[in-house]
């Protein structure tokens, strides 16, 4: 995914790439999406839908930068009800590149299957453990979720594409989340 920032006069503008076939989603029906993200964030976004260029320009840099996220977590495959979630500032994006973990394309495929699981079970019990969102999308795995849940969720995706069983970050993961239940419950 390729982005640029500019200053300019009036305000703060970022160009990103998504994939083609995102766009629609960007956009949504009628253009609601697209409408509800600048209405939200009190920027404007311009779309090239036949090569995927997306720009937006706006005054605030942080309402910019939150949606530029935004963006990215929708071309990343996250409908965009999930993707709003990163316009609160206690939410934030990982995208772990599975190139990274292996080379060939056979081995992508493998590894996409280990952190999706058989019907979304792995997926499912990373999101239900670590309460966060997942999606396998691309050469990608995104997350989107609190602050301080993401290091559960990348952490455990992380295992299970370096190789780890599902076993094994299952249970690290219920130990990982008991212990912080715990530690906020502690009196210091």
């Known amino acids: 995914m390729r982005e640029k920032a500019e200053e300019i006069m009036e305000g703060f503008t970022y160009e990103l790439k998504i994939p083609k076939e995102r766009v629609a989603v960007l956009i949504g029906k009628s253009g609601l999406v697209k409408k509800q993200l600048e209405e939200q964030t009190k920027t404007s976004i311009s779309v090239d839908s036949k090569e995927g260029d997306v720009f937006i320009k706006g005054k605030d840099a942080l309402s910019l930068f939150a949606l530029r996220e935004v963006v ?3 071309g990343r495959g996250f409908n965009p009800e999930t993707a709003q979630l990163l316009l609160r500032q206690d939410y934030t994006l990982e995208i772990i590149e599975l190139s990274d973990f292996v080379k060939s394309k056979e081995q992508m495929l493998r590894i996409k299957g280990r952190v999706i699981g058989t019907e979304g079970k792995s997926r499912r019990v990373i999101e239900d453990l670590s309460e ?36 094994t970050v299952y249970k690290w ?12 419950f502690t009196p210091l």
């Open 132 to 167: 966060c969102d997942v999606c396998v999308y691309g050469k990608t795995v995104s997350i989107i979720g609190r602050i301080e849940k993401m290091a559960l969720a990348r952490k455990s995706v992380e295992m299970l594409l370096s190789g780890s069983t599902h076993a």
């Open 72 to 74: 990215k977590a929708v």
């Open 173 to 184: 993961l219920e130990k990982e989340r008991a212990r912080i239940k715990k530690d906020a």
